[in-house]
């Protein structure tokens, strides 16, 4: 199992910017396949944003493309979405994920999860 720890979160105004970060421990992380998802009140949760193991592919939901980045620092053990642009839909508990297998965080079935962090936008 691999521990991953979400931060970042907070409260950011309408057409701002934040940075989740998700860290973990094991040394595990660097094979695996890296990614965000979100789930806004009453809503399901949805896939936002995924990245492969060194960092050279990566896969974005369309809601987000173009304002939100994902990169990792596996020295650091680390993965980090940029969010710019921030709208009233982007507020949500934010969950990172990994999981050997690419098609695992597509289809929202990955193996390992944080705990969130929640994101609110406002005016």
């Known amino acids: 199992q691999v521990h991953l720890v979400e931060s970042g979160g907070g409260a950011v105004q309408i057409g701002g910017s934040l940075t989740l970060s998700c860290a973990a421990a094991e040394s595990t992380f660097s094979s695996l396949v890296m990614g965000w998802f979100r789930q806004a009140p009453g809503k399901e949760r949805e896939f936002v944003a995924a990245?492969?193991?060194?960092?050279?592919?990566?896969h974005y939901a369309d809601s987000v493309k173009g304002r939100f980045t994902l990169s990792r620092d596996n020295a650091k053990n680390a993965v980090y979405l940029q969010m710019n642009s921030l709208q009233f839909e982007d507020t949500a508990v934010y969950y990172c994920?990994?999981?050997?297998?690419?098609?695992?965080?597509?289809?929202?079935?990955?193996?390992?999860w944080g705990q969130g962090t929640q994101v609110t936008v406002s005016s």
């Open positions: 994920a990994g999981d050997p297998l690419v098609n695992k965080l597509l289809y929202g079935s990955p193996t390992h």
């Open positions: 990245i492969n193991w060194n960092g050279h592919a990566t």
